[in-house]
């Protein structure tokens, strides 16, 4: 890789990051979660534009300043990481704007609420009601991302930026 790219793709994702971090200000809580919209739609922006491993790097970073800054919980890894990587991996083999929302969705709101389960009861010390627990909360968060995401990305592919963006990393 050229370090010109490299290095592109490095600020992309640092920007990519910061939105996410500072998004999370704008959680709700919900069964013992912080969801989250803003996360899961840089999720699907950063599969769209740097593809999967910098959105799985992305959702991590944003995680872990999140969870140091108090902002979020260390449910914030698991839902966001597999959200990231089951994104990341559909729009690489599909380049479709819309399944690539629904793997954010898939990826978040049910494997990482199952991935969730053993994060709050080994890590955290919390007893929860069951494996399923966190799927609801992890799902309405991500829908409401994914949605965020989706028309963001149109708004962008008819202006002729997300060409441009994609082209440019």
């Keep these: 890789m050229k370090p010109e790219n490299l290095t592109r793709k490095l600020a992309t994702a640092g920007v990519m990051t910061a939105v996410a971090v500072v998004g999370s200000m704008l959680s709700v809580p919900i069964a013992g979660s912080k969801c989250a919209p803003v996360q899961h739609m840089v999720n699907v922006l950063a599969a769209v534009t740097l593809g999967p491993w910098w959105g799985v790097a ?45 793997a ?16 709050a009861k080994l890590l955290m010390g919390l007893e929860p009601a069951g494996v399923t627990v966190y799927m609801i909360p992890f799902l309405i968060s991500t829908v409401a991302g994914s949605c965020l995401a989706y028309a963001l990305i149109r708004i962008l592919e008819k202006a002729g930026v997300l060409r441009q963006m994609q082209g440019a990393v």
Excluded: D, H, Q
Excluded at 75 to 82: D, E, I, K, L
Excluded at 104 to 119: D, H, K, M, S, W
């Design 104 to 119: 954010e969705a898939f990826g978040t709101g049910i494997l990482g609420g199952l991935a969730a389960y053993p994060v």
């Design 58 to 102: 992305i959702a991590f970073c944003a995680s872990l300043i999140r969870n140091l800054l108090g902002l979020g919980s260390l449910m914030a890894f698991p839902g966001s990481m597999v959200g990231a990587l089951c994104c990341g991996l559909v729009y690489a083999w599909t380049k479709k704007p819309g399944f690539t929302c629904l």
